[in-house]
């Protein structure tokens, strides 16, 4: 079984970013969906210290004006095919369709993105749809969140983890 850690929008927030991904216990892969690419650098750190060191994938978000890592790719975990972006050139603010087009274009059966700052798991047109929410600087009644992938053939788990 591959667990996979999806995270978003830490805006620089690496207490609450080292909080959630401790409390993730194993992962084989972490996923970071922007805002702010330097906590990507972090992440990298850490999970370089890790033993089994947890492969990253990560992408830009609408705050990443300087980064080089690209807006949005496709990553193959297990037998799945993951679309991964920030979300802010798809418009999810209004939807998701254009976000689950892009996502079908690339051979992919579930998109993550980010962004909204608000998570959501979802079927959409026949692609699970998921927002891991804000993993970083809680506001109003929100808290730290992210979410653990559980990928095994043709099973698929999503987990909520929150600080």
Avoid at 151 to 160: A, P, T
């Amino acid at each position: 079984m591959m667990r996979v850690g999806v995270f978003s929008d830490s805006h620089g927030d690496i207490y609450h970013l080292e909080k959630l991904l401790d409390s993730m216990g194993h992962l084989d892969m972490v996923l970071f969906l922007g805002d702010i690419a330097q906590d990507a650098e972090w992440l990298k750190h850490k999970l370089g210290r890790i033993p089994n060191k947890p492969v990253l994938w990560a992408v830009r978000g609408n705050n990443d004006l300087s980064s080089k890592l690209p807006y949005d790719c496709t990553v193959c975990v297990g037998q799945k095919q993951l679309f991964m972006t920030h979300g802010h050139l798809y418009q999810v603010r209004t939807g998701i369709s254009s976000l689950v087009s892009k996502a079908k274009k690339e051979g992919a059966g579930i998109a993550l993105f980010g962004h909204t700052h608000e998570a959501l798991c979802t079927w959409e047109s026949g692609i699970l749809v998921i927002n891991p929410g804000a993993a970083g600087h809680p506001y109003g009644a929100h808290r730290a969140r992210a979410c653990i992938l559980e990928i095994e053939n043709d099973y698929l788990s999503v987990k909520d983890v929150v600080a």
